[in-house]
């Protein structure tokens, strides 16, 4: 693209398809002077349709916008039979005007460019023209051999052919006079300033520019519709209302983190401009985020979210996700600049999660890049959930900016918190720790996974939806991340006082019911959230003699699954029950298998346990538990929702 000058305004439509094809077709070290005055030594000025100065010489063009067939020789031209004027005779005075003036302002020993008269007819925008010349050494040329003639040696009528070097040009430019100050009024809008051309197409241009009142700077986007450029009033038209859509989108959005701001519309009559003050920062697709930290990575995503969300809780959505539209400033804000509103919420939600994905990887942080890698294939959109985990990290503290890999073993501290204190059992791809809150002082427990991709999901929402819920007889999740350069998962609990329900050695009357009422009202609970345990078995359940307490929510399933749940848990025997109806199974079995000798139970599966509770005198176990405990074995009893579980066993009085 030449570098376009504009001295004056085209005459005609003729002269504006011309100026733009040249402008748009010419190299970018050609210089296009159009509707320049060239002075002559008599004062008077002679105007010339385009100047261009090229690579091997400089070019006074004339521009004719002549349809049909023309015939031009040396001395006369016709048009379909009829006279017209010969353009070359006055093209070429011109020109050697143009050289005697250059060559009295080069000094001794610089040689002046070779100059030379050409003549452009156009046609109909390019068509609808026939050219036939006498010699086919005259320089006139339609459309399809223009820009050759212009950027080729072979379009010099000059004896010997040279290049024109830049000390020349500048000759050239020092003899047309004020070129700067004509370049400098043409690239100012009010008090924008023209810089750069970023884009350009049909009458749509992007520029970069400055605003500059007096006494200060500041960088600005301009983007100019110009409606002479386009082909039809109707295109025209269509580009103007976009533009004005662009800018009531910019208003209303007025406000929100992540839109950039712009001034009112500009229009003079001959061009609409929408100023869009520059976003700080590089696009996206230049951001060198490989050297960020994960902090600086978790404040980017935390505002590009937020800025989201305050986007469409306006009503709009983003639409324009290429990367060079989206802005990272050094201080992690986030700019939209291409704000189409033209998809609904779900879809910018995936292209969003697209964009950051790369970010989001980086962090290392699966609570991040988990449901990143969810919404970019629809999964979610649930930005609440996204944004207030990251915001969790950053607050709390659980990245590091140089993570260094974690041993698991005695003395280990986890997420600057936890110190791992005394193993307490392990299977294949888990661990589970008694761990110190180092600065609470208090017990804790560690439970520590190798199965990131494999168990993430069931895990985040489990942690989710604990950390959110509080019940007695419920276990307390405390915190849940990734350990350092690593695949292993941790997840912090409260520690539990107690033994288990299999490894307690006595029992006292009126214990049992207290717990299993107790159990039976945390399920409630729990069931009315829609979490469920899954693993249900006396290894799962612990005790003191004030409460029991229900632990392990698939939290270390593979732990509990490894005793009595390995039974409780058969995928055969549960394939077509509910959740609800496979913990309240658990929860009787395990009761059940607890107080009754173990030659009653048999392999423990669910025929030995519905023998062994058949053992219980059913007066004393109260028939209305007793049945109700007899149709949960059975798998007959249904778990719908709003159901009292309390009053279904009969134990409602006994809730202490």
Not at 29 to 57: C, F, H, R
Not at 135 to 157: D, F
């Amino acid at each position: 693209m030449a570098k376009q000058i504009s001295f004056g305004t085209p005459v005609n439509d003729a002269e504006r398809w011309a100026f733009s094809m040249l402008a748009d077709e010419l190299p970018e070290n050609y210089i296009l002077l159009t509707n320049v005055e060239i002075p002559t030594k008599s004062g008077q000025a002679m105007e010339v349709d385009a100047l261009v100065i090229g690579e091997w010489g400089v070019y006074v063009v004339d521009v004719k916008g002549y349809i049909g067939r023309l015939d031009a020789g040396l001395h006369a031209w016709s048009l379909d039979g009829r006279q017209v004027d010969n353009s070359l005779a006055k093209a070429n005075y011109v020109a050697r005007v143009l050289a005697g003036n250059v060559k009295h302002k080069v000094p001794v020993g610089v040689y002046a460019p070779w100059c030379q008269g050409m003549v452009f007819v156009t046609g109909r925008k390019g068509e609808e023209i026939e050219l036939e010349k006498q010699e086919g050494s005259l320089s006139i040329y339609t459309p399809n051999q223009i820009v050759q003639a212009l950027t080729k040696e072979w379009g010099l009528t000059a004896p010997h052919k040279h290049l024109v070097t830049d000390e020349q040009k500048e000759m050239v430019l020092n003899t047309i006079g004020q070129v700067a100050l004509v370049e400098q009024r043409n690239n100012k809008i009010q008090d924008f300033i023209k810089l750069k051309c970023l884009f350009i197409q049909s009458g749509l241009e992007v520029w970069q520019s400055e605003y500059n009142p007096g006494g200060w700077t500041a960088p600005w986007l301009l983007k100019i519709l110009v409606a002479t450029q386009f082909e039809n009033s109707d295109e025209s038209s269509h580009f103007e209302q976009r533009l004005r859509d662009e800018f009531k989108r910019l208003q209303a959005l007025s406000g929100c983190s992540g839109v950039p701001h712009c001034a009112p519309l500009i229009q003079d009559g001959e061009q609409l401009v929408l100023p869009i003050r520059m976003p700080l920062g590089v696009p996206l697709n230049v951001l060198e985020h490989e050297n960020l930290s994960t902090y600086q990575l978790l404040e980017i995503l935390r505002r590009s979210v937020s800025g989201l969300q305050q986007i469409h809780r306006r009503g709009y959505t983003v639409g324009g996700w290429t990367s060079n539209c989206v802005f990272i400033s050094d201080q992690g804000d986030v700019e939209f600049i291409d704000i189409k509103d033209n998809v609904n919420t779900n879809e910018d939600v995936q292209a969003y999660a697209n964009s950051f994905l790369a970010l989001a990887e980086q962090t290392k942080q699966p609570r991040v890049y988990q449901w990143y890698r969810l919404a970019a294939v629809g999964a979610t959109t649930d930005l609440d959930a996204l944004r207030c985990d990251i915001s969790a990290l950053i607050d709390n503290g659980v990245c590091d900016a140089l993570p260094e890999r974690i041993v698991v073993q005695t003395g280990a501290i986890i997420d600057h918190h936890y110190r791992l204190e005394t193993f307490i059992a392990a299977t294949e791809h888990s661990q589970f720790w008694r761990a110190l809150h180092l600065q609470g002082h208090y017990q804790c427990g560690i439970s520590i996974y190798d199965k990131v991709d494999t168990d993430w999901l069931m895990l985040s929402n489990l942690y989710r939806s604990l950390s959110k819920a509080y019940h007695p007889h419920i276990e307390k999740v405390l915190a849940f991340g990734q350990l350092p350069q690593s695949d292993e998962l941790f997840i912090a609990r409260a520690w539990e006082y107690g033994e288990s329900l299999q490894e307690l050695n006595e029992i006292q009357l009126g214990q049992p019911v207290m717990w299993f009422t107790q159990l039976l009202s945390a399920l409630q609970y729990m069931h009315q959230m829609d979490i469920y345990h899954g693993a249900i078995c006396p290894m799962n359940i612990i005790c003191n003699k004030h409460k029991a307490i229900l632990v392990n929510f698939g939290i270390g399933l593979d732990i509990a699954t490894s005793h009595y749940a390995s039974r409780y848990a058969d995928p055969q025997m549960w394939a077509a029950e509910g959740d609800a109806e496979k913990d309240l199974y658990g929860l009787v079995a395990s009761f059940i298998a607890t107080l009754t000798p173990i030659k009653l139970q048999g392999d423990g599966g669910q025929a030995g346990i519905i023998r062994a509770l058949h053992a219980f005198d059913k007066t004393w176990f109260g028939e209305k538990t007793f049945d109700t405990c007899l149709k949960v074995l059975n798998f007959e009893f249904d778990a719908n929702v709003g159901q009292s579980y309390l009053e279904a066993f009969d134990v409602a009085d006994k809730l202490i």
